[in-house]
């Protein structure tokens, strides 16, 4: 019993740090993208000025869409958080490697119960910690599957092992 909640909590720490990476991943492309659709639209509205002249209302507009797109930037959080994300990535994978290391010495028998019961809750505490003051990003189901199946290659990659 007590490897199997070893394991699950592995798996869960590896899975939480793969998904981090991919909101990170998908954060910055979201961010390049929004940024450059503002540099393209403040750019074009000065840039095609002789057109702009034939049709006011339209140049207007569209400095007026960028001018707030400029101004809502700071205020949309998804587009902020990659440093974040990622950082907090990192962190779960910091801690995915001290459960990996409690898995290789429990199965190597080289922990007592009390031992490898310690040393169990305290990734747990630090994954609880990591959780709380990270990111609280919107869940993504279609990053689920992705973060997932890239779990279940490492697992089977490191140590041999995981599901399918």
């Known amino acids: 019993m007590f490897r199997t ?55 207007a507009g569209i400095v007026i869409v960028m001018q707030v797109l400029h101004i809502a930037r700071e205020h949309i959080p998804f587009l902020k958080q990659e440093s974040a994300l990622n950082e907090m990535a990192f962190r779960f994978d910091r801690l995915y490697l001290e459960c990996e290391k409690l898995w290789l010495k429990w199965e190597r028998r080289e922990l007592s119960l009390d031992e490898a019961t310690a040393l169990f809750y305290g990734v747990r505490e630090k994954q609880i910690e990591i959780a709380q003051n990270g ?30």
Not at 12 to 19: G, H, L, P
Not at 53 to 59: R, V
Not at 151 to 158: C, E, P
Request: charge should be positive; aromatic fraction near 16%; glycine fraction near 8%.
């Open 5 to 59: 909640q070893i394991w699950n909590h592995l798996a869960d720490v590896k899975f939480q740090a793969n998904y981090c990476h991919l909101l990170s991943a998908l954060s910055g492309r979201r961010s390049y993208i929004y940024s450059f659709v503002l540099s393209f639209g403040s750019s074009g509205s000065v840039a095609a000025w002789a057109f702009w002249q034939k049709y006011p209302a339209l140049w």
């Open 135 to 164: 990111v609280n990003a919107r869940e993504r189901p279609s990053l689920f599957s992705a973060a997932q199946a890239k779990t279940w290659q490492d697992l089977k990659r490191n140590l041999g092992i995981g599901g399918s």
